[in-house]
């Protein structure tokens, strides 16, 4: 590798003699002559310079000023400077040394003395060389290290919201595996129930037709009458009209119930065939809003109203699952920041739907304690949570955010209501074209 040496001095006798000097010495050295020192900068850029061999004492510029510009440059930090003096003042030199020169060589040079000082600056120079190389390699490599990191984050985010999700759906399919068969038989027990006690119900009538009958023909008999007062005092002491005139309407009550349970079963089971697959199929909004109604309804019923007002919405190609897996979020966030507030009054959730031309909307708002506005920005990320440690993952929002955005093409955003609480507002195409998810 060819060094360039600049040698600077005011005197053009002294450049000369240095230049012979150097052209006479071994090894392989491009010398470039400077006698303004104004220009050093300039020329140590513009050619690469390695070594600079500096006169101290010159008339525009002194030498310590041009070390001083020169190192002030922290590109130029490495490039070896050499004082030329003629200078014995041990305080120049100092002043030289504190501004960053490397070496000196004294005036008159000696020959011998500069090939040792050069020898020494080259290795330097060379040993930097190859220090900022490798300085370089590991910034490319640690920026490489990130990115790798960057991707082994986002891998292992997606990792845990798919286990979320398949186990949501494991945990659901479970429970419904489980509630169903003894749904089925309750279910028809009651039904059969039901007919029993219609048909018991058309006995006694005839019985206490018959009853009241014979209680007519038998007024004069003494020990007849006490069989009928026995019988009305039972019927006094068990309530017997009361129990008769309420087995229809617990029947009734019952009949409902079961019904209910087994549509809870049925969303459980959607839940889990849908949630951790990217199934796609046309479905109704506000059906899936139902659903995930019927999950949240127990959490919310001592505590907090929900208010529905579900405009008419198109059916849209989605997976209702996953839509299901956000309303849960955003609901079970909402219950859970209002049941943090301990308040003494209830609790209000609003939820809407509505259609635009090619989309519809969901939006969601709570009378809570709102969302802090410096944490709004961070809410959608991967595990960023202000709950306290076991109580939240902070993966609900970031699942939902990638669920609508990735998923179905939508729009998820947040803010604060200007009477408090927060709100979450849902845009989703009807079609989803160039989705991951289809
Ligand atoms: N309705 C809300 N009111 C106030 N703060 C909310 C509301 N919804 C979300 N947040 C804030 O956003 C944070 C992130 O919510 P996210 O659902 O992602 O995680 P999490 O609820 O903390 O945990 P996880 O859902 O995984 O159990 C919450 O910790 C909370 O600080
Ligand atoms: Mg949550």
Redesign the pocket.
Known sequence: MILKILVVDDERLNLKVAEAYLKNMSGEFEVILCQNPLEVEKLVVENDIDIVLLDIIMPIMNGTEVIEQLRKNHYLNDVQIIILTALSDAETFKVCFDKGADDFLKKPIDVNELQARLKAAIKTRNNAKILKKMYQRLKEQNLELKELNKVIKEAQFYMIQKEKLASIGELAAGVAHEINNPLGYVGSNIETMNNFAEKIKQVVDVYRKSFAGLEQLETQNKEGQAYFTNVHDAERKFKFNFVMDELNSIMKDSGEGIERISKIVQTLKNFARTGAENETAYSNLNSTVEEALLIVKNEAKYTIDIETHLEEVPEMECNSGQLGQVIL??L???I??IKAQNRSDRGHITIMTGSAENSVFLKIL?D????PEE?LGK?FDPF????DVG????????ISHDIIVNKHNGMIT?GNNPDGG?WFYITIPLKKEGTDCL
């Not at 809570?368 to 969302?371: A, L, M, N």
């Not at 109580?391 to 970031?398: D, P």
């Open positions: 979020n955003i079970v966030n909402a859970q920041a709570d809570g304690p709102g969302i944490v809410i960023f949570t202000t709950k109580q939240g993952t902070g993966l609900g929002l970031s947040a927060a």
